[in-house]
């Protein structure tokens, strides 16, 4: 089972919105409603800011939002901020066999 | 509000066992998941597998012949064994609890800080 393919990096200026794509296969990303995000700055633990496609967990900015379509899942943060400057990741149910898969991760620039 | 705090060995020679242990405070044990995840240097996360309180298991198949991960509810404690490490182990080894969602499937939503294991002759 290989990770799920996301852009290297993504980047745009504060207040701008930038989107970021997670893109599997139907055993895994669009077969199921099962991916999350997460959020990770340097030397920290990675923090849940997605799950379920586009639920927000309590304190997570609704700048965070999730959606699906076919095979790719996608990531947008609205709004962009200095603090939103990390690395993101996403991951998905990929079957009771692999069970869960990361994406490679994106990392986030704010010019 | 629950933490998790993990230690281990943070130095093996190859051929080793890798042995890590996350304990849980402030929350309850059941209902949840309780995961391993590690992040080789510069590169990205790969999850290890996973136990609930019962001892039911979930595991990466690309490392399920080396890895055995065991729960001890008495001490709220679950830990992780990697046999056979070898310099690609080299990585940071978070512990996570997973929580159930709507659907029932379950999501890392608390981390532990990791626990930085190196593999080196």
């Known amino acids: 089972q290989s990770a799920l393919t996301q852009p290297r990096s993504v980047s745009g200026s504060p207040g701008q919105s930038v989107t970021i794509s997670c893109t599997g296969t139907s055993s895994d990303v669009g077969g199921y409603n099962y991916v999350s995000w997460y959020q990770q700055h340097p030397g920290k633990a990675p923090k849940l800011m997605i799950y379920d496609v586009s639920k927000r967990p309590s304190g997570v900015p609704d700048r965070f939002s999730g959606s699906k379509s076919g095979n790719t899942a996608s990531l947008t943060i609205s709004g962009l901020q200095a603090e939103d400057e990390a690395d993101y990741y996403c991951?998905?149910?990929?079957?009771?066999?692999?069970?869960?898969?990361f994406g490679t991760g994106t990392k986030v620039t704010v010019l | 509000q629950v933490q998790l705090q993990q230690w281990g060995a943070g130095l093996l020679k190859p051929s080793e066992t890798l042995s890590l242990t996350c304990a849980v405070y402030g929350g309850s044990f059941s209902g949840y998941y309780w995961s391993w995840i590690r992040q080789p240097p510069g590169k990205g996360l790969e999850w290890i597998g996973e136990i609930n309180h019962s001892g039911s298991t979930n595991y990466n198949p690309s490392l399920k012949s080396r890895v055995t991960i065991s729960v001890d509810t008495s001490k709220n404690q679950f830990s992780l064994k990697l046999s056979s490490v070898t310099a690609a182990d080299t990585a940071v080894y978070y512990c996570a609890r997973a929580f159930p969602g709507p659907r029932r499937y379950y999501y890392m939503d608390v981390w532990g800080k990791g626990t930085t294991v190196t593999v080196s002759s």
């Open positions: 991951c998905s149910y990929a079957g009771s066999y692999t069970f869960r898969v």
